[in-house]
């Protein structure tokens, strides 16, 4: 079993909550009607603050303030050296304010405050700067025509955009739709999660006082059923860029087409393999294993929930992991001794520990966790189940918590085969010291990133994004700045030419 850590106190002082209301066109405001919701802390399960509950006027609202910041405000029209830096400003605010900023995802999503001080927020600003940098990198291409004809093509903004993210990573997730959105010139409206709204709001004003103008950014915090909604049928906005479940990505997606065809961007669920051949090192390969499940609590779209391992290693690499989860502290995650903090809230709580019900029906062995920890908050043991049948439900569905389905293989072509048995197609990870099955796997597997001796290996510069169920376009990389650019093409009469 995880050691627990008791100690719940911290010496960090926890901040004062400066913003609970929507920003709309540059100023805090309150809800058209007025309306709040509690968001709570999920180490505790008592009430951080009460947010303004945005609803569909409100969304009107914000879509106005963007749709005129757009088609009249400076914004499109700056000189792209300008806005990159305006962007590198508000990278630098984020860096001034980590920890205040790490406090709020600490507190609002369970999050571990050190490593998102340390390494997510100097991560999110560094996507910022990588699209500062992409800003004036915008161009379109000269046209090499049949006939007597100049053509040339404009990469030009899409316009307004609604940005829905996830709570599971809200500093990321704001940064990786805002970032290349900025750069290429868009406004939006952002509506971050109902369980985490705190860290957007922060942003918000951060990028006010960097020198974005009103209007280019709208935060409208309130529910997926009501804002998120109406932010997807409204007939002005131009283009949705949506991180979240499977489920809600085909609301969307009919939203958005029975409204006025706006184009979408779906970043969706996974259930990704995690392979291991038995001629690596297993004392190397077995901590990112359990580290590609149990970081951040499992709430992380590309965790490698579904571990295969050939069978020579088999047992050895099982014994490795039921060693190493002994020492995984899961506790207050403002405690730096920590390793894993709680669920994001109820909801999740209940569901992963739902599905570890489910494992013990079907009948897969139980190896280490499987419960709910006696204290207050929404903590769950690190649980690994091994001997997991691919049809069994934990092996078939994205839990989204910490917890780990272990499967034996012998060949690489079977093993392909059952990664391949999913719905889903986001990630996977491919443990071997034979490059021959390395190139193999790497290009059999239907996933939209493959990580080589290696896992969780983001960067500003590498796509990202899913096959399948698991969505369609890319975040990151060149990529993400592209989707939110239409092309135009220009042609014009040449006449007497002497060439074409």
């Keep these: 079993m995880a050691e627990m850590n008791g100690n719940s106190e911290t010496q960090f002082q926890i901040p004062k909550i400066k913003f609970t209301k929507l920003f709309i066109n540059g100023e805090f405001v309150d809800s058209v009607s007025g309306n709040t919701f509690e968001t709570i802390d999920p180490r505790n399960e008592e009430v951080i603050a009460r947010i303004s509950e945005g609803d569909k006027e409100d969304v009107d609202l914000a879509v106005k303030a963007a749709r005129e910041a757009f088609d009249n405000g400076p914004w499109p029209r700056l000189s792209a050296a300008e806005r990159r830096r305006i962007m590198l400003k508000f990278a630098d605010l984020m860096i001034e304010n980590a920890e205040e900023i790490a406090a709020l995802d600490a507190m609002d999503a369970g999050k571990l405050f050190v490593p998102v001080k340390t390494m997510d927020i100097p991560a999110a600003a ?66 971050p999660a109902e369980q985490t709204p705190l860290s957007a709001l922060y942003y918000a004003q951060l990028a006010k006082q960097a020198g974005v103008p009103d209007g280019v950014i709208n935060v409208v915090t309130g529910f997926g059923s009501t804002a998120g909604a109406a932010l997807c049928s409204h007939m002005d906005v131009d283009k949705i860029s949506f991180t979240g479940s499977t489920e809600v990505g085909r609301l969307v997606m009919q939203a958005a087409a029975l409204s006025n065809l706006k184009p979408v961007s779906l970043e969706l669920g996974g259930k990704s393999p995690f392979i291991v051949f038995d001629d690596v090192d297993v004392d190397k390969v077995a901590p990112l294993a359990l580290v590609g499940i149990l970081f951040n609590k499992g709430e ?19 014994k490795k992991l039921e060693q190493m989860v002994k020492t995984w502290v899961v506790g207050d995650p403002f405690d730096p001794k920590s390793h894993q903090g709680p669920q994001v809230d109820k909801k999740q709580y209940e569901r992963v520990l739902s599905y570890i019900e489910h494992g013990k029906r079907e009948g897969a062995k139980l190896l280490t966790g499987g419960n709910a920890l006696d204290r207050k908050g929404y903590f769950i043991e690190p649980t690994i189940f091994i001997d997991v049948e691919d049809d069994m439900k934990i092996a078939k569905e994205e839990i989204f918590g910490p917890v780990l389905a272990v499967m034996k293989f012998k060949t690489v072509e079977e093993v392909i085969k059952r990664a391949n048995c999913t719905n889903y197609g986001l990630a996977a990870g491919v443990m071997t010291n034979d490059l021959n099955i390395a190139n193999t796997v790497s290009r059999s597997i239907r996933a939209g990133v493959i990580w080589i001796n290696c896992y969780f290996a983001f960067d500003p510069d590498c796509p990202y994004g899913g ?16 989707k939110y650019l239409q092309v135009k093409s220009v042609a014009t009469p040449i006449y007497n030419s002497p060439w074409l």
């Design 126 to 191: 560094e996507i910022i700067r990588y699209y500062a940098g992409a800003a004036d990198k915008i161009h379109g291409t000269t046209l090499k025509m049949s006939r007597e004809l100049q053509g040339y093509t404009l990469l030009e903004p899409i316009g307004v955009v609604g940005h829905i993210i996830p709570w599971n990573f809200p500093t990321q997730m704001f940064v990786m739709k805002v970032g290349p959105a900025l750069a290429a010139g868009c406004t939006m409206i952002v509506k």
């Design 300 to 318: 992380i779209c590309v965790a490698g929930s579904r571990l295969f391992i050939q069978e020579g290693i088999y047992d050895k690499f099982v």
């Design 467 to 482: 096959y399948k169920c698991s969505g369609f376009e890319r975040d990151l990389g060149m990529e993400g700045l592209h």
